[in-house]
């Protein structure tokens, strides 16, 4: 060692001076053991080769301490051939740490499972890590010095506005769609963080973005979304989307004074193709119909399913003469109409449907959710009691009318949950005024005390499935009845007959629930009748034909009610099971005073006494109405002339003092 500067003693901790004199200390055994023979190894190479050479290694100071050394030197060669070495030596301990921070924190970066990367303030990417290779699908090597927006984005607008309130405001997080190598798009949920230069080191100003993939939460949300928006089976909007697209229709109707329209479809006799194909045949056709209706709309307009047959159009509110609006309402509802009557392709059959539109104008500055969907109902109602496969619009006085209705089925509903119905029996007799059974006819008993006949209530049981309840209560009741009846011997010889609306009979379980009934009840069936209207019979005469020879193989015998007040045909009586035709009461009332229902009347009971029918007369109120009927042939009666319906325990006494 012939020179040392004073400041191998900050580097090392010894001062100059030991390195010279009577025992030096040898610099090389400063140097870590486990780097000595590299440096060795290096520093001969150089020499050999007559290069320059720089080394990186560790030393151990006078304190114990490692410190990080790089030195730089070259052979010096004098004119005697001795070889000496002269450089110099830094302590770079610190910016070896800077690295080794460098370096772990990069480690880190890339074993984050985000895609992390730098933009310069052009967006160009200056770093990329694992996860970004992971996530987008190109290598760092590929991504370095392009623009992210050409790389990634497909929205370029909203990248440029994600850029600018980076810029302008430090930051910025939200939602990106973007695309990866292969082409396919993912969803990213991002943050974007300006990160500030340093002049004095140059260090420039940069822009990290730490990227999560989002796609999977993204389906997931979309998912849920449209199981809690649209309708499964036609992937229409539901009750609740419709519910929302009307509520924010109706305040933005009230902002701008603009004028729209809600309409409510039912489709006629949807039920019929159910229980005659099934199902899945009515599942095809609410699919198909669900089509057609988005066919016969405007793109702004929306259609919903609201559930079974119900559907839903919402006309915006862009007019601003409210005639212009229902002008525009009835084009699309008269569209609607004439769609719905073209056949529908259904498998291997064609199946033909009408429907029913009710029409409602809409303004935000007089109508709410509830007020609108409530007027569209009734209109509906209208269009099928006007004949079906038609359209109407609201009508004040029909919603007076369908709040009653409403109320009623309300009060229905609560009958049979309480028991308030009840039934009364009138008696028939013979020509000898004796009695030989009577009509079952039903009550209601409100909690008020107040009595209300079948023709205060039974039409709107009859269009809701109430009337299968009423009905099976009623057959229940009344077997019970005859049953009790068949227990006395002053009563046993006596007949029951039972009133089956037309909706009850073509029921699929009809004939298993009366099945249930007879066993339940242990009646005998031969004395029990079921009374049927003509227009049951003609509706569907190969079914109703069928279901009454199974029930006349158990016993039961049949009468046709209110006969001459329908469309029966010679031809349809002498093909049905039918043991009783029953004259209405209606030709009764003038039989004596209009020769038209007195040769109704006539002609009615030949009719029965050529087919082999017995024939009884319902609306017997005077002898003079009994001797006619006698003398034209009629020997059974039923009528105020001998008791208007009695009770279950009045009847009996009544059966008992005519025995």
């Known amino acids: 060692?012939?020179?040392?500067?004073?400041?191998?003693?900050?580097?090392?901790?010894?001062?100059?001076?030991?390195?010279?004199?009577?025992?030096?200390?040898?610099?090389?055994?400063?140097?870590?053991?486990?780097?000595?023979?590299?440096?060795?190894?290096?520093?001969?190479?150089?020499?050999?080769?007559?290069?320059?050479?720089?080394?990186?290694?560790?030393?151990?100071?006078?304190?114990?301490?490692?410190?990080?050394?790089?030195?730089?030197?070259?052979?010096?060669?004098?004119?005697?051939?001795?070889?000496?070495?002269?450089?110099?030596?830094?302590?770079?301990?610190?910016?070896?740490?800077?690295?080794?921070?460098?370096?772990?924190?990069?480690?880190?970066?890339?074993?984050?499972?985000?895609?992390?990367?730098?933009?310069?303030?052009?967006?160009?990417?200056?770093?990329?890590?694992?996860?970004?290779?992971r996530l987008y699908g190109w290598e760092e090597r590929q991504v370095l010095g392009q623009r992210m927006s050409d790389l990634l984005c497909d929205n370029h607008a909203a990248f440029s506005e994600a850029l600018r309130t980076a810029i302008e405001e430090g930051e910025w997080a939200g939602e990106l769609q973007q695309h990866r190598r292969d082409g396919t798009t993912i969803h990213a949920d991002s943050r974007w963080t300006v990160v500030a230069g340093d002049p004095d080191t140059g260090v420039q100003q940069k822009i990290l973005v730490i990227s999560t993939d989002i796609s999977e939460r993204k389906i997931n949300e979309e998912r849920i979304h449209k199981l809690a928006y649209f309708d499964a089976l036609t992937e229409l909007p539901n009750r609740a989307s419709l519910l929302d697209h009307l509520r924010r229709a109706l305040l933005g109707s009230a902002r701008s004074r603009k004028f729209g329209a809600l309409m409510f479809l039912d489709l006629d006799n949807f039920k019929i193709l159910n229980d005659t194909h099934g199902h899945a045949a009515g599942d095809m056709l609410l699919q198909a119909v669900a089509r057609r209706l988005e066919h016969s709309v405007r793109e702004a307009d929306m259609v919903a399913r609201l559930g079974g047959d119900e559907?839903?159009?919402?006309?915006?509110?862009?007019?601003?003469?409210?005639?212009?609006?229902?002008?525009?309402?009835?084009?699309?509802?008269?569209?609607?109409v004439a769609a719905m009557n073209a056949p529908f392709q259904l498998a291997d059959f064609m199946y033909a449907v009408s429907t029913s539109v009710g029409v409602t104008m809409i303004s935000g500055a007089t109508d709410t959710?509830?007020?609108?969907?409530?007027?569209?109902?009734?209109?509906?109602?209208?269009?099928?009691?006007?004949?079906?496969?038609?359209?109407?619009?609201?009508?004040?006085?029909?919603?007076?009318?369908?709040?009653?209705?409403s109320e009623l089925e309300t009060g229905l509903r609560r009958a049979l949950r309480n028991h308030e119905f009840i039934l009364y029996y009138q008696p028939q007799l013979d020509g000898d005024s004796r009695v030989i059974g009577?009509?079952?006819?039903?009550?209601?008993?409100?909690?008020?005390?107040?009595?209300?006949?079948?023709?205060?209530?039974?039409?709107?049981?009859?269009?809701?499935?109430?009337?299968?309840?009423?009905?099976?209560?009623?057959?229940?009741t009344a077997c019970a009845e005859l049953a009790s009846w068949q227990g006395n011997p002053v009563t046993r010889h006596l007949s029951l007959s039972v009133n089956v609306s037309a909706r009850q009979f073509v029921e699929p379980d009809f004939v298993p629930m009366t099945q249930e009934i007879l066993a339940a009840t242990g009646v005998d069936p031969h004395y029990l009748?079921?009374?049927?209207?003509?227009?049951?019979?003609?509706?569907?005469?190969?079914?109703?034909?069928?279901?009454?020879?199974?029930?006349?193989?158990?016993?039961?015998?049949?009468?046709?009610?209110?006969?001459?007040?329908?469309?029966?045909?010679?031809?349809?009586?002498?093909?049905?099971?039918?043991?009783?035709?029953?004259?209405?009461?209606?030709?009764?009332?003038?039989?004596?005073?209009?020769?038209?229902?007195?040769?109704?009347?006539?002609?009615?009971?030949?009719?029965g006494d050529s087919l082999g029918l017995q024939v009884i007369a319902e609306g017997v109120e005077t002898a003079g109405q009994r001797d006619f009927l006698s003398e034209a042939g009629c020997f059974v009666y039923q009528g105020y002339l001998y008791e208007p319906a009695l009770s279950g325990e009045r009847f009996t006494e009544y059966a008992a003092s005519l025995h």
Do not use: C
């Open 1 to 133: 060692m012939e020179f040392l500067s004073a400041g191998v003693e900050k580097l090392t901790g010894y001062p100059a001076a030991a390195f010279f004199g009577e025992h030096p200390i040898a610099y090389a055994s400063l140097i870590h053991p486990d780097d000595r023979a590299q440096v060795l190894t290096d520093t001969n190479q150089a020499v050999r080769e007559g290069r320059p050479f720089q080394l990186s290694y560790r030393i151990i100071t006078a304190s114990g301490k490692l410190r990080w050394a790089w030195e730089q030197g070259s052979a010096v060669v004098d004119q005697d051939g001795n070889v000496s070495l002269e450089g110099f030596i830094a302590d770079i301990s610190a910016l070896r740490r800077a690295d080794l921070l460098a370096r772990e924190q990069a480690s880190l970066l890339d074993k984050a499972h985000d895609a992390i990367f730098v933009m310069d303030m052009h967006a160009r990417i200056t770093y990329w890590n694992k996860g970004a290779e």
């Open 311 to 336: 559907f839903v159009i919402l006309v915006q509110p862009e007019e601003e003469m409210l005639e212009a609006a229902a002008h525009q309402a009835e084009t699309v509802a008269a569209k609607v």
């Open 369 to 405: 959710v509830e007020s609108a969907l409530k007027q569209a109902d009734t209109a509906m109602y209208q269009a099928k009691a006007a004949g079906r496969n038609t359209f109407r619009f609201f009508d004040p006085d029909m919603q007076a009318k369908w709040t009653a209705r």
């Open 438 to 476: 009577a009509e079952a006819l039903l009550r209601w008993r409100q909690p008020n005390g107040e009595l209300l006949y079948p023709t205060d209530f039974i039409k709107a049981a009859e269009e809701t499935s109430l009337i299968v309840d009423i009905g099976r209560w009623v057959l229940g």
């Open 529 to 607: 009748k079921f009374e049927l209207t003509e227009t049951l019979v003609v509706t569907d005469f190969a079914h109703t034909v069928e279901t009454m020879e199974t029930l006349r193989r158990l016993g039961i015998t049949f009468s046709l009610d209110d006969f001459g007040t329908g469309y029966s045909s010679l031809a349809y009586l002498r093909k049905l099971p039918l043991d009783q035709l029953k004259i209405d009461y209606s030709f009764m009332r003038d039989v004596l005073t209009d020769r038209n229902d007195a040769s109704i009347v006539r002609s009615i009971i030949a009719l």
